[in-house]
């Protein structure tokens, strides 16, 4: 009895827990570590207003509802049917009936749970809403890091269209200079037109760069659920600013990646198919009925609410289905193959786990060589460029040849900006490949 009581307390809790998932549950702290307010802002408009959360909040609602309508199919049920009754029955000597009554039955059923099967059924609806629980998680994560992600990638094209900006510029110039030495002689018409393919290149890079940025800005406002319209005056940080404050750990606990939500989802299904295959074996035994009836009625003489006016039975039996073996056993088969099915799959989901979580670390922990190296890199570039301008201060190079040089330490920032970017965004899937808990 105090078990029963107990899962009763335990759906109800569930139950009645809030509508869609906690800030807490995944996480969101993650996103304040870097250094970037606009981020957490669009984090928390995805997390409030992204309509696909939404939906899949409303998909959860349905499955908790049917594990409170299971568990009400274990409850009697009590019905009352108030009926009018007209009927011509014989007179006796001493006893007269009427002809036209009034009846007022109140009839109860319960199926008494003697094998659990009802229980089971209702176990089997919580596994359901406890697997549906954690695909909502995995979708929050998904969508959440896609958003960063997103967000983050803008950052960048920020930065390269200002540094592609001075390369037309630079170019511009390298072309006028060109022009000036083709009409002294000095070069041919080829190198002169490439240098005015140099520069269209460097355009058509820039709105390259332009269209692809747009495509985000637009893609970052249907995340959050903003309008279109608020593209072009969407507030973002920079790239620059914008790092991670926490050290990548070493290691990751395999009690975190078995916490994964796939692999939570993974083992409830594979919980409720356990229990499935339990309800199938119970279906071969017959189930147990109890109806009582107590009908007041204005047929006989008395009062209406009186013993003498009312009828009262009560019955109580066994019910087993007849000619039904076949279809029980082809039923209990296709339970124990969805088992079977179920259990291939969870040990699937266990080693795409570790793989995903083991794969964004090792990436996360490489990434930080390539950050080492890239800012060296771009060290060495910024001094060649700083000799560079000495050397044309002092009239030992032309303009042109420091330009070259200052083109060469704008790749050098680009390929540093894609590096760091990559970087940020491997952390957001890592975030994601262990279920928030970073």
Not at 68 to 86: D, I, M, Q, T
Not at 128 to 149: F, I, P, R, T, W
Not at 297 to 322: K, M, V, Y
Not at 334 to 342: A, G, N, V
């Amino acid at each position: 009895m105090i078990k029963k009581l107990f899962f009763i307390l335990l759906l109800f809790t569930s139950a009645q827990s809030s509508f869609g998932i906690c800030k807490e549950d995944i996480n969101l702290e993650f996103f304040n570590r870097f250094n970037d307010d606009c981020l957490v802002y669009y984090i928390t408009q995805a997390f409030n207003n992204n309509h696909e959360l939404k939906q899949t909040s409303a998909k959860v609602e349905q499955y908790r509802q049917q594990a409170k309508y299971s568990f009400g199919k274990e409850l009697p049920s009590l019905s009352v049917s108030p009926s009018y009754l007209g009927v011509h029955v014989p007179r006796f000597d001493n006893f007269q009936l009427s002809n036209n009554a009034f009846v007022l039955p109140f009839i109860a059923n319960y199926e008494a749970d003697f094998l659990l099967k009802n229980r089971d059924k209702t176990k089997s609806a919580l596994k359901n809403y406890e697997a549906v629980k954690y695909e909502e998680k995995a979708v929050y994560l998904a969508l959440l890091s896609d958003v960063a992600s997103v967000y983050t990638n803008i950052l960048q094209y920020d930065f390269l269209l200002k540094n592609q900006k001075q390369d037309i510029e630079i170019r511009q110039i390298l072309l006028s200079a060109n022009e000036k030495k083709y009409k002294r002689g000095i070069i041919d018409i080829n190198q002169l037109n490439n240098s005015k393919k140099e520069l269209e290149t460097s355009k058509n890079k820039y709105e390259e760069l332009k269209k692809e940025q747009k495509t985000l800005l637009m893609q970052l406002a249907v995340l959050c659920a903003l309008e279109p319209e608020c593209t072009d005056n969407m507030q973002r940080g920079t790239l620059n600013t914008m790092e991670y404050n926490l050290n990548i750990p070493e290691e990751i606990s395999s009690d975190v990646i078995f916490a994964r939500p796939d692999v939570m989802q993974a083992e409830k299904t594979l919980e409720k198919a356990k229990i499935d295959v339990r309800i199938a074996k119970k279906e071969f035994f017959p189930s147990f009925n109890i109806t009582g009836i107590w009908a007041f009625n204005t047929i006989a003489p008395g009062n209406f609410f009186s013993w003498e006016s009312s009828l009262a039975a009560i019955l109580a039996g066994a019910t087993q289905d007849i000619f039904q073996g076949g279809r029980k056993i082809s039923n209990l088969k296709i339970q124990k193959s969805k088992y079977e099915e179920l259990f291939e799959n969870y040990c699937q989901t266990n080693l795409n786990a570790v793989k995903e979580v083991n794969t964004a670390l090792y990436i996360a922990k490489h990434d930080l060589k390539i950050k080492e190296n890239t800012q060296n890199k771009l060290e060495y570039e910024t001094s060649n460029f700083e000799n560079a301008l000495k050397k044309m201060n002092n009239g030992v190079i032309s303009n042109p040849d420091y330009l070259e040089e200052k083109i060469n330490l704008i790749n050098t920032e680009n390929e540093a900006a894609n590096a760091k970017t990559q970087r940020i965004v491997n952390y957001y899937t890592l975030y994601k490949a262990v279920g928030g808990q970073l």
